[in-house]
């Protein structure tokens, strides 16, 4: 089975532009969750969709925003960039979003915001 | 909200030695918990996970973690370092309280493997 894709891969923003990043899930996944990674504030949880609804929310601001498609596929969306939202973003995927479930791990998108 | 904490953000071992990365949990009721590893310019790759049942738990590559409810502890180990054990390891836990599978992560631990 192929793992976790995320595209791109790299990508480079300036202050204030904004940016869609790409998530395909596992097949058979229905929980998409998004995480970012910085070194000062580490693995922080952003959102998670199942079946196209957003479940579950971290504390972001507004400009992080989120959906996904039938086909499971999830976007997150950053407006407005900030130099502080330089980082890696990072999806995961798992068959039904449970406290339970494995959570598996794309190889993450490191935007960088100058 | 769930907190973890990660004693030791570096930690440096000989290959052959034992390796013990340290993981505490602050919650009263018992989360459930997960170790991860992160190899440069990678994602995170589940080493094991403890959900219910025997509190010893054996995951991947050689790796095993105990979970010790009256310690709030769920540490790592592995006999036998090897080189390809070099990489960053995170502690995360999930609500038990909670059906959703929100992971919150400790901030990692680099172990780095001398040869």
């Known amino acids: 089975k192929a793992g976790v894709t995320q595209t791109p891969r790299y990508l480079i923003k300036t202050r204030g532009q904004q940016v869609t990043l790409s998530c395909s899930p596992i097949?058979?996944?229905?929980?998409v969750s998004w995480y970012q990674q910085t070194p000062g504030q580490g693995l922080q949880f952003l959102f998670e969709?199942?079946?196209?609804?957003?479940?579950n929310k971290g504390n972001f601001p507004g400009r992080f925003s989120g959906r996904q498609f039938s086909n499971s596929r999830s976007e997150m969306n950053v407006s407005t960039l900030e130099l502080g939202d330089s980082a890696l973003y990072l999806c995961?995927?798992?068959?039904?979003?449970?406290?339970?479930?494995?959570?598996?791990f794309g190889p993450g998108t490191r935007l960088t915001v100058l | 909200a769930q907190s973890v904490t990660q004693l030791g953000s570096h930690v440096s071992v000989s290959e052959g030695a034992l390796v013990l990365l340290r993981c505490n949990y602050s919650?009263?009721?018992?989360?459930?918990l997960f170790w991860y590893v992160q190899y440069p310019n990678q994602g995170l790759q589940l080493l094991l996970k403890?959900?219910?049942?025997?509190?010893l738990v054996k995951g991947i590559n050689g790796f095993e973690a105990e979970f010790k409810k009256s310690e709030t502890s769920f540490h790592l180990t592995k006999p036998s370092a090897h080189m390809s054990d070099a990489a960053e390891y995170f502690c995360?836990?999930?609500?038990?309280?909670?059906?959703?599978?929100?992971?919150?992560f400790g901030r990692g631990t680099q172990l780095t493997v001398w040869p």
């Open positions: 403890y959900t219910t049942g025997a509190t």
């Open positions: 995360a836990v999930s609500d038990r309280g909670s059906t959703l599978g929100r992971l919150y």
């Open positions: 995961a995927s798992s068959l039904s979003g449970t406290n339970t479930d494995t959570q598996y």
């Open positions: 097949s058979g996944h229905r929980s």
């Open positions: 969709y199942f079946s196209e609804t957003q479940r």
């Open positions: 919650s009263s009721v018992p989360p459930y």
